[in-house]
């Protein structure tokens, strides 16, 4: 059965990092072609892609904000971290993972974590 | 402004059927496969259609999809209020190297 949560601060700084963790279970990054993605929505509007980790360590980056993401896995553990440089308000959204099972030219995520919202605010 | 381009919303009654069409181009949709989502209100997405027009185990066959050439569409028959929410397609984008998403279309059941 695989599931995936995410954790992390509900309430961030602007200017501050926001570290996000994705805990999953059910299946192993050290499969080959297996990767996690970070995907993002603010409130009322559509889903926004951010980054995605592969087995092999290979990562990529949404272009807008690849300046102020990171993204990095710990297999032994089976997380992965995301870190936000330098929030403000419009990355008020609510933060998703989900596992991709296999990359490009498919590159679907099939099962997804449940959010978590993170506010941007004073 | 999205890379692929979904109308904003669509509606029918109850037991008719609707398309959402997704547009991109030679980079994305013309070069990769296409899935799409579904979320319901409060919930989190949920993947409908894989790989142009596989079902995962947990979709019903009331939903169907296509792929040709740089288009897509994704279809519900026997329309159910529980249908009602956002519908988004997304693909690879091999020029920018980037998952890419629709801005997504609101299923309204009358």
């Known amino acids: 059965q695989v599931t995936l949560r995410e954790s992390g601060p509900a309430l961030v700084k602007p200017t501050q990092t926001l570290t996000l963790t994705c805990t999953f279970s059910g299946f192993s990054l050290t499969t080959p072609r297996m990767c996690v993605t970070w995907i993002r929505q603010p409130p009322g509007k559509a889903l926004e892609w951010l980054a995605r980790i592969h087995w092999n360590d290979d990562k990529y980056y949404s272009a807008s904000l690849n300046t102020r993401l990171t993204i990095s896995k710990d297999t032994s553990r089976n997380q992965v971290v995301l870190t936000v440089t330098n929030m403000g308000p419009v990355d008020t959204a609510t933060y998703y993972c989900?596992?991709?099972?296999?990359?490009?030219?498919?590159?679907?995520?099939?099962?997804w974590g449940q959010g978590i919202l993170v506010t941007v605010s004073s | 402004q999205s890379v692929l381009t979904q109308p904003p919303s669509v509606s029918a009654a109850p037991g008719q059927k609707v398309t959402i069409s997704c547009s991109g181009s030679?980079?994305?949709?013309?070069?990769?496969?296409v899935s799409w989502y579904q979320q319901l209100p409060g919930t989190a997405p949920k993947l409908l259609i894989y790989e142009n027009n596989k079902r995962p185990p947990w979709t019903p066959d009331r939903f169907s999809a296509s792929k040709s050439g740089t288009s897509a569409t994704l279809g519900i028959t026997g329309l159910q209020t529980g249908d009602e929410g956002d519908y988004y397609c997304?693909?690879?984008?091999?020029?920018?190297?980037?998952?890419?998403f629709g801005g997504g279309t609101k299923l309204t059941v009358l």
């Open positions: 989900a596992r991709v099972p296999t990359p490009e030219p498919r590159g679907e995520a099939d099962y």
């Open positions: 030679s980079s994305n949709i013309g070069s990769n496969d």
């Open positions: 997304g693909t690879w984008d091999r020029s920018l190297s980037v998952w890419v």
